[in-house]
C-alpha cells in the first residue's frame, strides 16, 4: 500500500480481555516496528521483525504481549489479559531494510490504534 | 538507557517567528543517527530530518535548519517564520546499535494566527 495501514483505529475493551493489532507495511518493506506511545510521552520500542522472524523483542513490558508476522508482511500485536495500564496509542512502523547503524533507514510510521482498556 | 531529552514541553510562538527546539541526547556509540519527527493532531508521525555522527555539518532544507554539535550531545532544530500548520508535536531521536528509534519525550509546538 502508499502507506503503513493499522487497524483498528481505535479499540475500547474491557480489563482482562484479549486484544488484536494489526499492521499492514508498505508494500516491499521487510522492516517492521511496533513502538508504543502513552499520553504525553514519546514512543517506546517495543519489537522489531526483520521479515517473519523478530530480530529484537526487548521492549515488549512482560510476557502478556505477543507480535507475530507469519509471511513477512501483515504483523499482528497481542494481548492478553489487557490492564488498565496497556492503555495507549499502538505505532506500527516500517522501512525498507533495517540499515543498521551504518545506513539509518527511515521509519514510516502508521496513524496508530489508540487502546483503551476499561 | 541512554536517553533523549527534549527539557522544552511546550512552545507558543506567533505565526511568522522561529521557533527553536532542543534536544540532548545520551549516547556511548561513536556511531549513531539522530532524526526529528513531527506529530500533528492526526497521529501520524512524519519525518522530518536525519542527521548522521560524523557529519555536523549543519543545514537548512526550506523552513527547517537544524544544529548538531557532538560536543554538547545536543542536536537543535528551527523552524523559521512559523506557520500555523507548524501546529504539532515534535520529537527528536536516537538510532545506534540495532534497529531502536530512541525517542525524547516530545515539544507541543503551538502556532497562533
Known amino acids: 500500500g502508499a502507506g503503513v495501514s493499522q487497524t483498528p483505529s481505535n479499540k475500547v475493551t474491557e480489563k482482562g480481555k484479549y486484544v488484536e493489532l494489526r499492521c499492514d507495511p508498505i508494500s516491499g518493506h521487510t522492516a517492521l516496528y511496533w513502538y508504543r506511545q502513552s499520553l504525553g510521552q514519546g514512543p517506546e520500542f517495543l519489537i522489531y521483525?526483520?521479515?517473519?522472524?523478530?530480530?529484537?523483542d526487548s521492549g515488549l513490558p512482560n510476557d502478556r504481549f505477543f507480535a507475530v508476522r507469519p509471511e513477512g508482511s501483515v504483523s499482528t500485536l497481542k494481548i492478553q489479559r489487557t490492564e488498565r495500564g496497556d492503555s495507549a496509542v499502538y505505532l506500527c512502523a516500517s522501512s525498507p531494510s533495517p540499515g543498521g547503524v551504518s545506513g539509518a533507514n527511515v521509519l514510516t510510521f502508521g496513524a496508530g490504534s489508540r487502546l483503551t482498556v476499561l | 538507557a541512554q536517553k533523549v531529552t527534549q527539557a522544552q514541553t511546550e512552545i507558543s510562538v506567533v505565526e511568522k517567528e522561529d521557533v527553536t527546539l532542543d534536544c540532548v541526547y545520551e549516547t556511548r556509540d561513536t556511531t549513531y543517527y539522530l532524526f526529528w519527527y513531527k506529530q500533528p493532531p492526526s497521529g501520524e508521525l512524519v519525518f522530518l530530518i536525519r542527521r548522521n555522527s560524523f557529519d555536523e555539518q549543519n543545514e537548512i532544507s526550506g523552513r527547517y535548519s537544524w544544529n548538531f554539535q557532538k560536543s554538547t550531545s545536543s542536536f537543535n532544530f528551527t523552524i523559521t517564520a512559523s506557520q500555523v500548520v507548524d501546529s504539532a508535536v515534535y520529537f527528536c531521536a536516537r538510532k545506534a546499535a540495532g534497529n531502536k528509534l530512541t525517542f525524547g519525550g516530545g515539544t507541543r509546538v503551538l502556532v497562533k494566527p
Open positions: 521483525f526483520q521479515g517473519t522472524g523478530a530480530a529484537d
